[in-house]
Protein backbone atom coordinates (compact mmCIF):
# COMPACT_ATOMS: atom_id res chain seq x y z
CA UNK A 1 0.00 0.00 0.00
CA UNK A 2 1.00 3.62 -1.07
CA UNK A 3 2.21 5.41 2.08
CA UNK A 4 0.32 9.11 2.24
CA UNK A 5 3.11 11.96 2.09
CA UNK A 6 2.20 14.82 5.11
CA UNK A 7 -0.13 17.74 4.12
CA UNK A 8 1.74 20.95 3.64
CA UNK A 9 -0.17 24.32 3.21
CA UNK A 10 0.66 25.93 0.00
CA UNK A 11 3.04 28.98 0.88
CA UNK A 12 2.45 32.53 -0.50
CA UNK A 13 5.32 32.06 -3.50
CA UNK A 14 5.36 30.82 -6.66
CA UNK A 15 4.58 27.30 -8.16
CA UNK A 16 5.14 25.67 -11.26
CA UNK A 17 3.33 23.09 -13.48
CA UNK A 18 5.32 19.85 -12.78
CA UNK A 19 6.65 18.21 -15.85
CA UNK A 20 8.77 15.16 -15.20
CA UNK A 21 11.76 16.24 -17.74
CA UNK A 22 12.88 18.72 -14.84
CA UNK A 23 12.61 16.28 -12.03
CA UNK A 24 16.08 15.65 -11.57
CA UNK A 25 16.73 19.94 -12.01
CA UNK A 26 13.70 20.37 -9.52
CA UNK A 27 15.47 17.94 -6.75
CA UNK A 28 18.80 19.62 -7.70
CA UNK A 29 17.67 23.34 -7.79
CA UNK A 30 14.19 24.65 -7.23
CA UNK A 31 14.50 27.99 -6.10
CA UNK A 32 12.56 29.81 -6.49
CA UNK A 33 9.73 27.46 -6.59
CA UNK A 34 8.14 26.42 -3.46
CA UNK A 35 5.51 24.03 -4.44
CA UNK A 36 4.14 22.38 -7.53
CA UNK A 37 0.91 21.59 -9.69
CA UNK A 38 0.03 17.95 -11.04
CA UNK A 39 -2.51 17.03 -13.04
CA UNK A 40 -4.91 14.67 -11.22
CA UNK A 41 -5.65 12.72 -14.41
CA UNK A 42 -1.70 11.85 -15.39
CA UNK A 43 -1.59 10.19 -12.09
CA UNK A 44 -4.47 7.92 -11.43
CA UNK A 45 -3.04 4.76 -12.52
CA UNK A 46 -0.97 2.13 -10.05
CA UNK A 47 2.48 2.69 -9.74
CA UNK A 48 5.11 3.34 -12.34
CA UNK A 49 7.82 5.79 -12.57
CA UNK A 50 5.66 8.46 -12.24
CA UNK A 51 3.51 7.91 -8.91
CA UNK A 52 7.93 6.82 -7.85
CA UNK A 53 8.62 10.51 -8.66
CA UNK A 54 5.42 12.22 -7.15
CA UNK A 55 6.05 10.12 -4.01
CA UNK A 56 9.84 12.09 -3.83
CA UNK A 57 8.48 15.46 -4.54
CA UNK A 58 5.91 15.17 -2.20
CA UNK A 59 8.84 14.94 0.50
CA UNK A 60 10.07 18.56 -0.02
CA UNK A 61 6.88 20.44 -1.80
CA UNK A 62 3.56 21.39 -0.88
CA UNK A 63 1.54 19.71 -4.09
CA UNK A 64 -1.50 21.21 -5.66
CA UNK A 65 -3.74 18.72 -7.64
CA UNK A 66 -5.59 20.19 -10.78
CA UNK A 67 -8.42 18.30 -12.43
CA UNK A 68 -8.91 18.40 -15.77
CA UNK A 69 -11.56 15.84 -16.79
CA UNK A 70 -14.54 16.09 -13.74
CA UNK A 71 -16.80 18.50 -16.39
CA UNK A 72 -17.84 19.50 -12.58
CA UNK A 73 -20.37 22.42 -15.82
CA UNK A 74 -21.83 19.36 -17.65
CA UNK A 75 -25.29 18.43 -17.51
CA UNK A 76 -24.69 14.40 -16.50
CA UNK A 77 -23.76 12.90 -13.27
CA UNK A 78 -20.13 13.16 -12.59
CA UNK A 79 -18.65 10.04 -13.63
CA UNK A 80 -18.40 7.74 -10.14
CA UNK A 81 -14.86 5.74 -11.63
CA UNK A 82 -13.95 9.14 -12.27
CA UNK A 83 -14.63 10.09 -9.15
CA UNK A 84 -13.11 6.84 -7.24
CA UNK A 85 -9.57 6.98 -9.09
CA UNK A 86 -9.86 10.57 -7.85
CA UNK A 87 -9.98 10.38 -4.29
CA UNK A 88 -7.87 7.20 -4.31
CA UNK A 89 -5.06 9.72 -5.51
CA UNK A 90 -6.34 12.27 -3.30
CA UNK A 91 -6.37 9.81 -0.26
CA UNK A 92 -2.33 8.96 -0.62
CA UNK A 93 -1.05 12.27 -1.79
CA UNK A 94 -2.78 14.37 0.57
CA UNK A 95 -2.47 17.58 -1.16
CA UNK A 96 -2.47 21.02 0.08
CA UNK A 97 -4.93 21.94 -2.46
CA UNK A 98 -7.26 20.58 -5.15
CA UNK A 99 -8.67 22.51 -7.81
CA UNK A 100 -11.13 22.40 -10.94
CA UNK A 101 -12.40 24.36 -13.56
CA UNK A 102 -15.97 26.06 -13.77
CA UNK A 103 -16.32 24.00 -16.96
CA UNK A 104 -17.99 20.89 -19.19
CA UNK A 105 -16.03 18.11 -20.94
CA UNK A 106 -18.36 15.37 -21.65
CA UNK A 107 -21.75 14.72 -22.94
CA UNK A 108 -23.83 11.46 -23.44
CA UNK A 109 -21.16 9.71 -22.37
CA UNK A 110 -18.29 11.36 -24.83
CA UNK A 111 -15.29 13.17 -23.51
CA UNK A 112 -14.16 16.48 -25.70
CA UNK A 113 -10.51 18.14 -24.77
CA UNK A 114 -11.80 21.17 -24.24
CA UNK A 115 -13.10 22.87 -21.85
CA UNK A 116 -16.03 24.16 -22.56
CA UNK A 117 -18.03 27.26 -21.36
CA UNK A 118 -21.31 27.59 -19.74
CA UNK A 119 -24.36 29.91 -19.73
CA UNK A 120 -24.53 31.60 -15.92
CA UNK A 121 -28.29 31.20 -14.87
CA UNK A 122 -29.66 29.61 -12.11
CA UNK A 123 -30.03 26.11 -13.69
CA UNK A 124 -26.50 26.34 -13.87
CA UNK A 125 -25.82 27.25 -10.54
CA UNK A 126 -27.41 24.74 -8.96
CA UNK A 127 -26.54 21.72 -10.83
CA UNK A 128 -22.39 23.25 -10.63
CA UNK A 129 -22.90 23.57 -7.36
CA UNK A 130 -24.73 19.89 -6.86
CA UNK A 131 -21.60 18.60 -8.20
CA UNK A 132 -18.81 20.31 -6.28
CA UNK A 133 -21.16 19.32 -2.89
CA UNK A 134 -20.64 15.42 -4.74
CA UNK A 135 -17.17 16.07 -5.11
CA UNK A 136 -16.15 17.49 -1.61
CA UNK A 137 -17.91 14.55 0.02
CA UNK A 138 -16.56 12.39 -1.70
CA UNK A 139 -12.30 13.72 -1.46
CA UNK A 140 -13.45 14.95 2.47
CA UNK A 141 -11.91 18.53 1.23
CA UNK A 142 -12.79 21.35 0.20
CA UNK A 143 -11.61 22.24 -3.57
CA UNK A 144 -10.92 25.59 -5.49
CA UNK A 145 -12.97 26.64 -8.67
CA UNK A 146 -11.18 28.13 -11.17
CA UNK A 147 -12.34 30.92 -13.62
CA UNK A 148 -12.29 30.00 -17.42
CA UNK A 149 -11.34 32.17 -20.24
CA UNK A 150 -14.30 32.67 -22.76
CA UNK A 151 -14.76 33.30 -26.07
CA UNK A 152 -17.95 34.21 -26.17
CA UNK A 153 -20.58 34.80 -23.97
CA UNK A 154 -24.45 33.21 -23.59
CA UNK A 155 -26.98 35.70 -24.41
CA UNK A 156 -29.18 33.64 -21.44
CA UNK A 157 -26.81 34.26 -18.90
CA UNK A 158 -28.52 36.17 -15.96
CA UNK A 159 -25.22 36.83 -13.70
CA UNK A 160 -22.13 38.05 -14.46
CA UNK A 161 -19.21 35.58 -13.93
CA UNK A 162 -17.69 37.06 -10.84
CA UNK A 163 -21.01 36.90 -9.08
CA UNK A 164 -21.42 33.72 -10.24
CA UNK A 165 -18.41 32.08 -8.94
CA UNK A 166 -18.73 34.27 -5.66
CA UNK A 167 -22.48 32.28 -5.33
CA UNK A 168 -21.32 28.56 -6.11
CA UNK A 169 -18.27 29.72 -2.93
CA UNK A 170 -20.99 30.83 -0.69
CA UNK A 171 -23.31 27.49 -1.46
CA UNK A 172 -20.98 24.99 -1.24
CA UNK A 173 -17.71 26.15 0.96
CA UNK A 174 -15.65 25.87 -2.49
CA UNK A 175 -12.46 27.94 -2.84
CA UNK A 176 -11.70 30.10 -5.82
CA UNK A 177 -9.11 29.65 -8.04
CA UNK A 178 -8.08 32.97 -9.96
CA UNK A 179 -6.64 32.40 -13.03
CA UNK A 180 -5.47 36.30 -14.22
CA UNK A 181 -4.65 35.09 -17.92
CA UNK A 182 -8.01 33.41 -18.36
CA UNK A 183 -8.89 36.89 -17.00
CA UNK A 184 -6.98 38.88 -19.82
CA UNK A 185 -7.97 36.86 -22.35
CA UNK A 186 -11.46 36.70 -21.54
CA UNK A 187 -11.69 40.59 -21.15
CA UNK A 188 -9.94 41.02 -24.81
CA UNK A 189 -12.47 38.44 -26.27
CA UNK A 190 -15.49 39.73 -24.78
CA UNK A 191 -14.63 43.85 -24.78
CA UNK A 192 -14.69 44.29 -20.76
CA UNK A 193 -12.20 45.56 -18.34
CA UNK A 194 -9.50 43.12 -16.61
CA UNK A 195 -9.53 45.41 -13.82
CA UNK A 196 -13.49 45.78 -13.18
CA UNK A 197 -13.57 42.00 -13.27
CA UNK A 198 -10.71 42.01 -10.82
CA UNK A 199 -12.20 44.42 -8.90
CA UNK A 200 -15.53 42.45 -8.51
CA UNK A 201 -14.23 39.38 -7.77
CA UNK A 202 -14.42 37.66 -4.53
CA UNK A 203 -11.00 37.69 -3.77
CA UNK A 204 -10.68 36.93 0.01
CA UNK A 205 -12.24 33.22 -1.55
CA UNK A 206 -8.68 32.63 -3.30
CA UNK A 207 -6.74 30.26 -2.52
CA UNK A 208 -4.29 30.10 -5.53
CA UNK A 209 -3.43 32.64 -8.63
CA UNK A 210 -2.80 30.89 -11.83
CA UNK A 211 -0.73 32.56 -14.45
CA UNK A 212 0.35 31.41 -18.09
CA UNK A 213 0.90 32.34 -22.09
CA UNK A 214 -1.55 32.79 -24.60
CA UNK A 215 -1.56 32.80 -28.40
CA UNK A 216 -2.83 35.96 -30.18
CA UNK A 217 -5.00 35.86 -33.57
CA UNK A 218 -8.23 37.70 -34.71
CA UNK A 219 -11.95 36.82 -35.26
CA UNK A 220 -13.71 37.14 -38.53
CA UNK A 221 -14.07 40.67 -38.29
CA UNK A 222 -10.59 41.19 -37.44
CA UNK A 223 -11.19 42.19 -33.91
CA UNK A 224 -8.27 40.89 -31.40
CA UNK A 225 -9.11 37.20 -30.42
CA UNK A 226 -6.82 35.59 -27.38
CA UNK A 227 -6.39 31.71 -27.12
CA UNK A 228 -5.47 30.56 -23.83
CA UNK A 229 -2.61 28.48 -25.18
CA UNK A 230 -0.34 27.73 -21.61
CA UNK A 231 2.89 27.19 -24.27
CA UNK A 232 4.82 30.66 -24.01
CA UNK A 233 5.84 33.09 -21.37
CA UNK A 234 3.51 35.16 -19.59
CA UNK A 235 3.20 38.50 -21.98
CA UNK A 236 3.37 41.86 -19.73
CA UNK A 237 0.39 43.29 -19.73
CA UNK A 238 -0.94 39.65 -17.36
CA UNK A 239 2.10 40.67 -15.31
CA UNK A 240 0.79 43.89 -14.84
CA UNK A 241 -3.07 42.33 -14.58
CA UNK A 242 -1.16 40.01 -11.11
CA UNK A 243 0.07 43.01 -9.55
CA UNK A 244 -3.06 45.04 -9.52
CA UNK A 245 -4.35 42.17 -8.37
CA UNK A 246 -1.95 41.36 -5.75
CA UNK A 247 -2.07 45.65 -4.41
CA UNK A 248 -6.01 44.53 -3.64
CA UNK A 249 -5.95 40.82 -2.41
CA UNK A 250 -2.62 41.08 -0.44
CA UNK A 251 -0.02 37.85 -1.79
CA UNK A 252 -1.24 34.18 -2.72
CA UNK A 253 0.50 31.19 -4.06
CA UNK A 254 0.93 32.17 -7.27
CA UNK A 255 1.40 29.00 -9.98
CA UNK A 256 3.18 29.24 -13.43
CA UNK A 257 1.57 27.26 -16.47
CA UNK A 258 3.45 26.26 -19.38
CA UNK A 259 1.86 22.92 -20.34
CA UNK A 260 2.65 22.96 -23.94
CA UNK A 261 6.21 23.59 -25.60
CA UNK A 262 7.78 22.91 -22.32
CA UNK A 263 10.43 25.07 -22.26
CA UNK A 264 13.85 23.96 -20.21
CA UNK A 265 14.48 24.39 -16.53
CA UNK A 266 16.10 28.17 -16.24
CA UNK A 267 13.17 29.69 -19.03
CA UNK A 268 10.43 28.20 -16.76
CA UNK A 269 12.22 29.27 -13.31
CA UNK A 270 12.92 32.51 -15.02
CA UNK A 271 8.77 33.20 -15.03
CA UNK A 272 8.70 32.04 -11.38
CA UNK A 273 11.35 34.19 -10.39
CA UNK A 274 8.67 36.96 -11.67
CA UNK A 275 6.01 35.90 -9.67
CA UNK A 276 8.76 35.81 -6.83
CA UNK A 277 9.19 40.06 -7.70
CA UNK A 278 5.32 40.73 -7.56
CA UNK A 279 4.86 38.89 -4.63
CA UNK A 280 7.60 40.86 -2.73
CA UNK A 281 5.60 43.89 -3.94
CA UNK A 282 7.74 44.98 -6.37
CA UNK A 283 6.30 45.51 -10.19
CA UNK A 284 6.61 42.16 -12.13
CA UNK A 285 8.63 43.82 -14.78
CA UNK A 286 11.10 45.04 -13.12
CA UNK A 287 12.08 41.09 -12.99
CA UNK A 288 12.41 40.99 -16.43
CA UNK A 289 16.66 41.83 -16.94
CA UNK A 290 17.01 38.83 -13.77
CA UNK A 291 14.78 36.57 -15.71
CA UNK A 292 16.25 37.01 -18.91
CA UNK A 293 19.99 36.44 -17.89
CA UNK A 294 18.72 32.73 -15.51
CA UNK A 295 16.85 32.28 -19.32
CA UNK A 296 19.92 32.28 -21.50
CA UNK A 297 22.60 31.24 -18.31
Not at 141 to 151: G, I, V
Not at 197 to 217: N, P, Q, R, S, T
Not at 259 to 277: G, H, I, K, Q, S
Request: with cysteine; aromatic share 8%; proline share 7%.
Amino acid sequence: MLQSPSQTALPNAPGVGYKPQHFAEIIDQADPVQWLEIHAENYMGDGGRPLAQLRHLAESFPISIHGVGLSIGGESPLDPEHLARLKRLVDWLNPASFSEHLAWSTHDGHFYNDLLPLPYTDATLNRVCTHIDQLQDTIGRKMLLENPSSYLAFAESTWSEPEFLAEISRQTGCGLLLDVNNVFVSATNLEFSPQGYIDAFALDKVGEIHLGGHDEDEDDQGRPLLIDSHGREVVDPVWALLDYTLERSGPKPVLIEWDNDVPDWPTLAAEAERAAFALKGLPSSGAVSTAANRATA
